[in-house]
């Protein structure tokens, strides 16, 4: 199927030379400009992957100071403005440096073009351009948050946001640009997967990360125009006063919340869908069994993609809207409950008469399956309008959105960074500390979140710098899982970091994954394969024995 | 057995009619909930190590579901997920829609505090006093930016949004006092943002309301510092013209333009005033206040000075009412349109 060589690029080792014109794309070319000027989609995901990583830990740190201030009421370890920044710093970089970049930007770059059996993607220098405009953006936005910082909380709500004194506009203005990387990004993927797929990839034999990159990618083009304005009209009225969201001055207060949802709920599908595809592939792979109902997950993420857009007025059944627009708001949320119901059903599904491995990867599906039925069932409930009165905007909120968004995302991004590792570096990672770091990050999650849930109940109300006494058990609770959680974190830094240089030599397809990213060398060379390009006869996740296979219908 | 639950869910006391349906609704959801997530996990879990790998290449066969699995996959959570949108959005409506009967309350979120008004009674801060076992609506308002009014016990929760209003209704069934908390992030003090509702049993509550009219606890803030707090022109008005009664304005002036111990009210505001002392002085809001506070200021020329003042003797927002109550007379047919001051409509 590949004609490509079978010799082991990882060390490139120098006496190699002669045998192989193609060394991997991590030692070809080892100057700063190399990587700085490359067009390569591998080592711009890999770009990505450090940035990311990089604001992860900033994001990480500012959620441990959270934490410990909210170890006891009143103040801990610091004052209220200084707290009021740090939950906008902590929620402004995990959502727009880290969640979602995270899935697309590194491991939808790096395996993309590899799962369509392309060179690369199809606008190689706009690739390179999204990263540097990222950057960009991150740069306007920490900068602000510094100097000044903001107190807004990442949802800017008006009329706080156009009155208060800190610094909006830079913020505002860096979360306008890095709109430009999300949208560059989704039509890049678009555009690649409608015209750089390899011959006999047909629409659905697409594997199932590459539909969740594509339907992502929809969303990240539609909706982003929308806060990018918004971000603009905000940050003019910040400067300016114009009084679009003004009522002094005519304007409407609710219309900015409109707007912001308009993206910021699909949004949340720019965080998860790619953390679905992850899981499908992975589900596949270590129980080597084809996808249970391929075309029902398939379709399923653009149905999520779809009715993601007609959902926002759930995060407003209390802002004064009318009765009618949530019962609409309500039902159509419901919609998006069963499209994820039929992804969890056929995940299960899929290992049923499977072969399952129970590695590192297949340890964060098991958690991912917990938070994402979890945090789907709250989703549901908080979609229930009369229960939504009562949790809106207090703990329980923040804990059911950490549980979807930040719960199944990490597990899925976890779960990729080890999946993939031996694609992307050409080594494997240490089992062992993988199962122990594994279950220590699933076990401090539910401990830092589960809490939360009961606080929302008890009624504590999100973004409170100071609480009631009767809330501060559970709080107490909440920061010792997070503790823990922290510690789950520097094990796999640890690890991995380690992993990268001695680490033992991995091997085209360690996981014996019919994935077709696997059909190239690890790490691949600079233009994925070598030869001629590959084909691709048999369906992506297909395992049966080929004298027994019955051929499945035909696609 | 639903006390317990609530135990177990970390509920705080269930103190409105609201909190019950809540309640109710949130067991059915966890309830369900906690069933389909272990069945799930539990199938999972049975599968992983049922079907665990035994030689490294094993193949697998090619199992694909049925178009009836499928359609269970669909239409099993839809129909839960319905079943409790349709009973959560009948309660919601329910909460949205006040009774007729309700008393109204207006609720002004402040950066960082709650007033509570009552049409013709008490203004209050922070402190909202209601009779248990009465429908109350409120009537809620912002000064600044958004906050949002939350009552735990009552499981009830309504944005106050500035330039407009919102309402969300409650009966409370316990006497007692129940912390209210913002949860719209407001500010540096978003977190001390805190009051209570009392609830008093109905005839304590009578017997408040009527101590509060008296006017013995009335060392509040000046209501007419807040222009949003202050009763919608129409209900001022009625005000005014009640006070002027009770005060024996209308003993020495007339409403109807006949000339009396003093000059009518009707068509005063605005109107030029010839002075004793020669000048003249347009009737405005200041001149109608000073005139009530200070009679001798500038007497209209034809009249005597015996006018009694009024310093000490009205309360702020009475003396607006009145001033509003005589500005509703400048033309025969009363007001033009409404002045500021909120709309008190039935927002839907
Ligand atoms: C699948 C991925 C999901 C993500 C990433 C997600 C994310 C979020 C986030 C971030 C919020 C908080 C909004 C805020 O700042 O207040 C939220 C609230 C909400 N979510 Fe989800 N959600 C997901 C799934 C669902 C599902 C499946 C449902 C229901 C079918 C749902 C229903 C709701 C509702 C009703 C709220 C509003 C709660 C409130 O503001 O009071 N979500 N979600
Ligand atoms: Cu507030």
Redesign the interface.
């Known amino acids: 199927m590949t004609p490509s060589s079978s010799i082991d690029t990882a060390g490139a080792a120098p006496h190699d030379e002669h045998h192989d014109h193609h060394p991997s794309y991590l030692v070809d070319g080892t100057t700063i400009k190399s990587w700085i000027l490359t067009v390569d989609h591998k080592r711009i995901g890999l770009m990505f992957l450090f940035f990311v990583l990089l604001f992860f830990l900033v994001g990480g740190i500012f959620a441990l100071l959270i934490r410990l201030e909210l170890l006891t009421p009143g103040p801990t370890i610091m004052d209220a403005m200084t707290y009021n920044r740090t939950f906008t710093l902590h929620g402004l970089v995990m959502i727009f440096l880290f969640m979602i970049p995270a899935i697309p930007a590194v491991f939808g770059n790096f395996m993309l073009p590899l799962m369509l059996g392309a060179k690369d993607v199809a606008f190689p220098r706009l690739n390179l351009a999204s990263l540097y405009i990222y950057l960009t953006g991150a740069v306007f936005m920490l900068w602000g948050m510094l100097n000044g910082g903001l107190d807004t909380g990442w949802t800017f709500y008006t009329p706080y946001s156009t009155h208060t004194t800190t610094t909006v506009a830079p913020v505002m203005f860096g979360a306008f640009i890095i709109g430009f990387s999300s949208i560059a990004t989704g039509i890049n993927f678009i555009v690649t997967c409608h015209t750089m797929r390899a011959p006999g990839i047909t629409w659905f034999k697409m594997p199932l990360f590459v539909w969740a990159i594509y339907a992502t990618s929809c969303i990240q083009v539609l909706a982003t125009p929308v806060i990018g304005l918004l971000t603009v009209l905000v940050a003019v009225e910040n400067l300016f006063s114009f009084g679009m969201f003004d009522p002094a001055r005519g304007g409407d207060p609710v219309l900015f919340q409109h707007l912001f949802w308009f993206y910021s709920h699909p949004a949340v599908y720019i965080m998860v869908l790619p953390a679905f595809g992850v899981m499908s592939e992975i589900v596949s792979t270590y129980s080597r069994k084809n996808i249970f109902g391929y075309r029902a997950v398939a379709y399923s993420s653009l149905g999520i993609a779809f009715v993601g857009f007609f959902a926002w007025g759930h995060h407003m059944f209390v802002s004064g809207q009318s009765t009618f627009d949530a019962g609409v708001f309500g039902v159509l949320t419901m919609l998006v409950g069963v499209f994820t119901a039929i992804k969890v059903f056929n995940w299960v599904g899929t290992v049923y008469k499977g072969a399952v491995d129970f590695k590192t990867p297949f340890a964060y599906f098991c958690g991912f399956l917990f938070f994402t039925v979890f945090g789907g069932m709250t989703g549901i409930a908080l979609g229930t309008v009369s229960l939504d009165v009562a949790w809106h905007d207090t703990y329980f909120v923040v804990a059911h959105f950490h549980f979807i968004m930040v719960g199944a995302t990490i597990m899925a991004f976890l779960a990729a960074l080890h999946y993939w590792f031996p694609k992307m570096f050409g080594r494997t990672y240490h089992e062992g500390w993988g199962l122990v770091s594994a279950a220590l990050i699933i076990l401090g999650f539910n401990a830092t979140f589960i809490p939360q849930f009961l606080l929302g109940n008890n009624g504590m109300p999100r973004r409170y710098y100071d609480y009631p006494e009767r809330f501060q058990a559970l709080n107490v609770a909440s920061t010792a899982g997070a503790t823990l959680l922290a510690f789950g974190f520097i094990i796999i830094a640890m690890y991995l970091t380690y992993s990268l240089v001695y680490g033992k030599v991995a091997g085209k397809n360690p996981w014996r994954s019919k994935g077709y990213e696997w059909l190239s060398e690890s790490p691949p060379p600079t233009h994925n394969f070598v030869g001629p390009q590959p084909t691709f006869p048999e369906e992506p996740h297909f395992y049966v024995d080929p004298k027994k296979a019955e051929v499945p219908d035909a696609v | 057995m639903s006390e317990f639950l609530n135990n177990l ?4 006391e269930s103190a409105s009619t ?1 909190a019950e ?2 309640d109710f ?2 067991h059915f ?2 309830g369900t ?1 906690m069933v ?2 272990t069945a ?2 539990l ?2 879990l049975f ?2 190590f049922r ?4 030689v ?10 049925t178009l009836a ?2 359609f269970i ?2 239409s099993v ?2 129909v839960f ?2 079943a ?2 349709g ?7 329910w ?3 006040p009774p007729k009967d309700a008393m109204d309350v207006y609720v002004m979120g402040k950066q960082w505090m709650w007033k509570f008004s009552y049409p013709e009674g008490p203004n209050g801060v922070n402190v909202l006093h209601v009779p248990a076992n009465r429908p109350v609506r409120l009537l809620i308002t912002s000064r ?3 906050h ?1 009014f ?1 009552v ?2 009552f ?5 106050a ?4 209003y ?1 309402q969300i209704w409650f009966e409370a069934t316990k006497p007692g006092t129940y ?1 209210v ?12 943002m ?1 009051a209570e509702v009392v609830v008093l049993p109905e005839e304590e509550y009578d017997n408040w309301i009527k101590d509060q009219r008296r006017g013995r606890l009335q060392d509040r803030q000046d209501a007419l510092a807040d222009t949003s707090l202050v009763p919608p022109v129409a209900r001022m008005v009625e005000q005014g013209q009640v006070l002027a009664g009770t005060q024996g304005c209308l003993k020495c002036h007339s409403v109807d333009g006949s000339q009396h111990i003093g000059p009518t009210f009707l068509g005063m505001y605005d109107r030029m005033e010839k002075l004793d002392d020669g000048q003249s002085i347009r009737v405005d809001e200041a001149y109608i206040t000073q005139s009530m506070m200070d009679p001798g200021a500038h007497l209209v020329s034809g009249y005597q000075n015996v006018m009694p003042t009024y310093q000490g003797k009205l309360q702020g927002p009475e003396t607006a009412a009145i001033v509003e109550y005589i500005k509703s007379l400048r033309t025969p047919n009363v007001r033009e349109g409404a002045s500021e001051g909120p709309a008190y409509d039935p ?2």
Do not use: N
């Not at chain 2, 079907?51 to 035994?54: D, L």
């Not at chain 2, 949004?161 to 407009?164: D, E, I, N, Q, V």
């Not at chain 2, 908390?181 to 001390?192: N, P, Q, R």
């Open positions: 869910l970390f509920l705080p609201f349906r809540v609704l949130h959801v966890v909930t389909m997530s799930v996990g199938a999972a599968m992983f079907y665990r790998r035994r490294p290449a094993q193949t697998t066969e090619y199992v694909v579901p699995t499928e996959f669909v959570p839809l997920f319905l409790w949108f009973i959560g959005f009948r309660d919601f409506t909460v949205t829609t600044d930016v958004l949002s939350y735990p016990s499981r009830i929760k309504m944005d949004l500035p330039g407009r919102t912390q908390l913002c949860t719209e992030y407001c500010g540096l003090s978003h977190s001390k805190l927002i839907q």
